[in-house]
């Protein structure tokens, strides 16, 4: 629904709310037309329930409402007597019509200084269970989110078995679109393997159906910082499938809801209005070579020829810290290496065992069919690719037949429009044009694993509306389910020189604050 849709559907609903409610609301020694004023009628209604004004605030916030509308009809009903476990089931199961029973049938009276301490330890159990979660999902989604390293793109930066914090202030909170869900888990609810959204997503009835009605559109809180060159990012991946990124399928469009796309991390190596180009597997951004981060470093594919059979790649790949694996490609024993650093390759090469080492790099002018814009007429492939202009929110472009591969997707699925072409003519929303103006900005994601890595080459640009967050902390780091890596555990995402783990500091910090609070409360309790 439009913002426009959503408002006039907030306006029924609080008519709703005062027809059922407005002899409540006189019982309680309020006045009827209290009942039918938006956003006022909640702050009276927390009044009459004897709960702080701010839990109206908890009430327009997505997913966390789904909690608090159910406990609101539970009070309800409560501060009216109606304490019965069938009451508490009756307001929930109705979706809080019952407070119409209430309101036209019944003659309850109303409780002024009603007891809010649960009568059972269950009562009691159950309630900090539902506030915990509130808690935790407005951190979750406002603030910080914790988020798991599945892949080794960023290998050196980031790890395998990285436990982050990304801030979602950072670049603006963004308010959840998919309005129907379950709290503090993502696309799937683990476990089960299911869906943890309601959402249609059959082709056919996608535009109509009465649930993908209640998505709110795109809105996003201000950020204190915009998104710099060659930051870390977690975003939606575009090209996303509906149950997992391993179904990969650029070309197509599954209509997911944007904010359960498949979370993913990438360096930003050029943003919105950067002309970006790939040369024998560097990125050159506005014709200048891009420098990475000194925390940074690239990786590429190599063969490498022993020179006997005496060859321990298992033991040469945990020396000279090369991240992936490797395979025997042919009878000659020539091993590929799928991500060697420039660093480990210094010291890789000079082993006495080594004869030859040769970089795995596509020919300039070979067109890869998966590397966007998944367009013959473009022979790129994932070492030399471009020059590229990357969208920048109100900048204009010159619009033809051969250009529109690149951008044809951000004009119809990122920024809505339609797009017909009719000869050598291009209608958008109908009409003929040779320009387009871009609505929002774009990046461009890619893994420091040059040759490991699904990333921007593949599906192209990532819209803003798709960020999620900047990566600032990592609490924790395993390597596999059985090594931790403790110099990783507390320490920055970003920033120069080696990382500093501050997990000592940490605990020093903790240990500290628990035994003053031992000694303070016994101070107490011997005074």
């Not at 509130?134 to 436990?163: R, W």
């Not at 179904?247 to 997911?256: E, G, I, L, M, T």
């Amino acid at each position: 629904m439009t913002l426009t849709q959503w408002f006039i559907f907030i306006l029924i609903i609080q008519v709703i709310h005062g027809l059922g409610t407005w002899k409540l609301y006189t019982k309680a020694g309020r006045q009827a037309w209290e009942a039918f004023i938006p956003i006022y009628n909640g702050i009276v209604l927390m009044k009459i329930i004897n709960r702080p004004w701010w839990w109206v605030i908890l009430l327009f916030l997505p997913i966390v409402n789904l909690i608090m509308f159910p406990v609101v009809w539970v009070e309800t009903s409560r501060s009216f007597g109606k304490n019965m476990p069938v009451d508490t089931f009756l307001a929930v199961a109705t979706l809080g019509f019952y407070n119409y029973y209430l309101n036209y049938v019944t003659d309850v009276n109303y409780i002024e200084n009603r007891s809010l301490q649960p009568k059972t330890s269950g009562g009691d159990w159950v309630s900090s269970i539902l506030f915990a979660i509130v808690a935790a999902t407005i951190v979750h989604t406002y603030f910080i989110q914790p988020f798991t390293i599945p892949s080794s793109s960023l290998e050196k930066s980031l790890l395998v078995g990285d436990f982050l914090f990304v801030s979602k202030f950072h670049y603006g909170a963004r308010v959840p679109m998919t309005t129907v869900g379950a709290p503090m888990v993502h696309d799937t609810i683990p476990k089960l393997g299911t869906k943890s959204y309601l959402f249609n997503d059959n082709f056919e009835e996608r535009k109509t159906s009465w649930i993908n009605k209640l998505q709110l559109p795109y809105l996003r809180f201000p950020g204190f910082e915009k998104i710099d060159r060659n930051e870390i990012v977690v975003f939606n991946q575009p090209a996303d499938t509906l149950l997992n990124m391993n179904d990969f399928h650029p070309d197509r469009n599954y209509y997911k809801p944007i904010d359960k796309k498949t979370n993913l991390v990438k360096r930003c190596v050029a943003i919105a209005g950067d002309s970006l180009e790939i040369r024998n597997g560097y990125v050159y951004i506005n014709g200048k070579q891009n420098v990475l981060p000194d925390r940074a470093h690239l990786q590429f594919s190599y063969y490498v020829q022993p020179k006997t059979n005496q060859f321990n790649p298992e033991y040469l790949k945990e020396r000279y810290d090369i991240t992936d694996g490797f395979g025997i490609m042919n009878q000659q024993n020539t091993y590929y290496f799928s991500a060697i650093s420039d660093e480990a390759l210094a010291k890789f090469k000079n082993h006495p065992n080594v004869a030859n080492i040769t970089p795995v790099k596509k020919e300039k002018g070979v067109r890869d069919p998966a590397i966007f814009p998944h367009d013959p007429n473009y022979n790129w492939n994932v070492d030399f690719f471009g020059p590229l202009y990357i969208p920048e929110a109100g900048k204009t472009i010159d619009i033809n037949l051969d250009v529109l591969p690149l951008y044809k997707r951000v004009i119809t699925e990122y920024e809505g429009n339609t797009l017909q072409v009719k000869g050598n003519q291009i209608l958008i929303n109908g009409k003929v044009t040779s320009t387009y103006t871009f609505k929002q900005n774009y990046y461009w994601m890619m893994g420091d694993n040059r040759h490991n890595s699904i990333d921007a080459r593949a599906w192209g640009f990532v819209p803003f509306d798709h960020v999620v967050g900047k990566p600032v902390f990592i609490w924790m780091s395993w390597d596999g389910l059985k090594n931790p890596r403790w110099e990783r555990f507390f320490t920055t995402v970003s920033g120069s020189g080696k990382a500093t783990s501050f997990l000592i500091p940490f605990l020093v910090l903790l240990f500290g604050w628990i035994g003053f609070n031992k000694w303070r409360a016994g101070k107490k309790a011997n005074s």
